[in-house]
């Protein structure tokens, strides 16, 4: 059974403790991204996307603070195909361990 993770939970694996894997979100499912940890650790281009749901984000390919959220509320059709695209590509390279549950 896949871990849940609330949103508090998930963001301890932000790449800021080296003890602990790096994960990021994508519609709800966990990835472990340690193995790309050049991106999204402490420094890396995408490191704000670590402990996080980045799913608006990656849809509207923003770094902004306010898109890092999970909600997909109002995106475009162009934009939920480029989310589609970063979900096949996160599943090809890095394994799911779980799931963010909203409580």
Known sequence: MATEFTPNHLSQFNGTDPSKPI????????????????????????????????????????KNDEDIIPSLDGLSEKEIGVLNDWEIKFQAKYPVVGRVVLN
């Open 23 to 62: 994960y990021v979100a994508v519609k709800g499912r966990v990835f472990d991204v340690t193995t790309g940890k050049s991106f999204y650790g402490p420094g890396g281009p995408y490191a704000m996307f670590a402990g996080k749901d980045a799913s608006r984000a990656l849809a509207k390919m923003s």
